[in-house]
């Protein structure tokens, strides 16, 4: 297959650019570098099965030669308010990524007659009521919430996408991403794994925001791209959690972590206005899943932390 | 003032023209005529005051001259399945008329410094587990249902105006819109009041969906111009729902709208799939709007029906 993905430079887009490769196929990249990076990437120029072009998916898209899959993963997407290319600094960047990106890519899907895939998020859960969160939980989002930038810009893309699939009958399929990690993520990204990783390797006090009861479920980036290329294969349509169902309170997983990187300076319990924000639980019902593709997360956390340390160490120049 | 309307053929739009109109500013009408009327805006044409373009919002928009305030109407907004106006049946374009019209109509502001005001809609909060609706409670929206088109392209309006709020200073506003009624409107839009003041006219027994106990609550349309227009000139910024809290079942309704007619024919119950997908009770809590704009509703439901009963009979070939 000819395959395009928008955001190849990211953190998710450059191991599906990988993997896809890996598995045989042509990948098309597009990327505009505003929170992507050429380090995922650089190690693909040269290669005769991948082709990049710089390129803002909010503007039209126009890719010579047919395509037999369009996978739309280009938004800002690091929730750290103190980042410069969090979705809260970038606020219309980010909708218009999701909206206008969106319709661009399923116009090239139309126009192709391509499968496409949208990489939408648990972020449209909001600060879930129920849970673990099944497909049909309709979410709690507060459209005024410095967090609906990203939130209902993925919104509606999944019902842009399904109203292509239901009035272009474009073969169309919504994937919801939770919590991942592994090489190449932004270790400035603002979540809990890559501050407390960061922490841990300079020998640093883990900071827990609160009192570290709120969870979290964290999933190894292999497992997630084997999940998203399941469902792209596939003829699904409706949306489809991938991500790690095993839970943890953030205090469990900052003494896991302090345990796997050897790091006698324990955690600092932090109030701060962040924890106000940020959902208490987040876990996803993973039946669709492996009931329609058969798939389920095979690397616990303690071995996908090992595959993760070396790309830390070596961005913190320890290595 | 210069105020642009956009969706000025509309019901709503239309009213807004002739009350800003009268209220002595100059008003720039847009319209594309998918689901707004010529009739609806005749009888301004030769109005010096009053200028209109044909113009579709998704389309990027020129008007010459300085803006004073910027009012994005413009959107399909019947939710009859059996409409071919319906946003059901136009769902790409409601979808485009929220994202991109709400984009372009917000760089139009910007650009001339306006205020800006975003019509949304009590839709944004679906089928909501919370009665009456503060404009604090985040909604029950699926984001994969028919109704999604219309509700995800508002919460996406929503979230946009105030990204350009906050990180481009544009003086906005969001009025959340309840069921409104009145000369001009849809009698093909499929909502239970000109469906059943239809067939009251007609001398038929009114159609109930169900058993005639989900509520609404009707504002008449010349309450809620007020509202919106008195929104306009303030300087608030965050939601403001504006409808009519008088609650009242279907079926009493109903017999409300008999009496008023003399319609000896009653009612018939029928059992379909609409009523599963419609909302079951909607309120607007306006505690909002009375402390900060002085607003509540003048009309009431027997005086807001006998304003309207000329223009449904004259529609009807009754007059």
Do not use: V
């Given at each position: 297959m000819r395959i395009l993905i928008t955001g190849a430079a990211g953190f998710l887009g450059s191991h599906l650019c990988d993997k896809l490769l890996g598995d045989g196929h042509d990948v098309v990249g597009l990327d505009?570098?505003?929170?992507?990076?050429?380090a995922n990437i650089s190690?693909?120029?040269?290669?005769?099965h991948f082709t990049f072009y710089k390129h803002d998916v909010s503007n039209y898209i126009f890719v010579p030669g047919k395509l037999d899959a369009v996978m739309h993963f280009a938004s800002p997407a690091?929730?750290?308010?103190?980042?410069?290319?969090a979705y809260f600094n970038l606020p219309i960047q980010t909708m218009k990524a999701g909206a206008l990106g969106t319709h661009n890519t399923l116009g090239l899907a139309k126009a192709s007659g391509a499968r496409y895939l949208l990489a939408s998020?648990?972020?449209?859960?909001?600060?879930?009521?129920?849970?673990?969160?099944?497909?049909?939980y309709p979410g709690n989002v507060d459209?005024?919430?410095?967090?609906a930038v990203y939130d209902e810009a993925k919104r509606f893309a999944e019902s842009l996408t399904l109203a292509y699939h239901r009035q272009h009958g474009v073969n169309t399929s919504i994937v919801r991403i939770f919590n991942t990690y592994g090489?190449?993520?932004?270790?400035?990204?603002?979540?809990?794994l890559p501050n407390m990783l960061k922490q841990a390797l300079l020998g640093q006090p883990l900071t827990i925001y609160g009192d570290g009861s709120q969870t979290r479920s964290f999933c190894y980036v292999d497992d997630l791209v084997e999940g998203i290329v399941r469902l792209l294969y596939s003829q699904e349509h409706m949306p489809v959690n991938i991500g790690n169902p095993t839970e943890m309170s953030i205090l469990q997983f900052a003494q896991a972590i302090n345990e796997i990187t050897a790091n006698p300076a324990g955690v600092t319990f932090i109030e701060h206005a962040r924890s106000a924000r940020d959902p208490q639980r987040r876990r996803p019902d993973i039946t669709r899943a492996q009931e329609i593709l058969g798939w389920q997360p095979q690397i616990d956390l303690r071995a996908g932390l090992q595959k993760t340390l070396p790309y830390f160490k070596e961005k913190l120049n320890l290595a």
């Open positions: 505009n570098f505003i929170t992507g990076s050429e190690h693909l120029m040269g290669n005769e690091s929730p750290n308010p103190l980042s410069p290319y998020t648990s972020e449209i859960y909001g600060d879930p009521t129920e849970h673990p969160q099944k497909e049909t459209t005024t919430g410095p967090r090489p190449r993520m932004d270790l400035e990204d603002g979540r809990a």
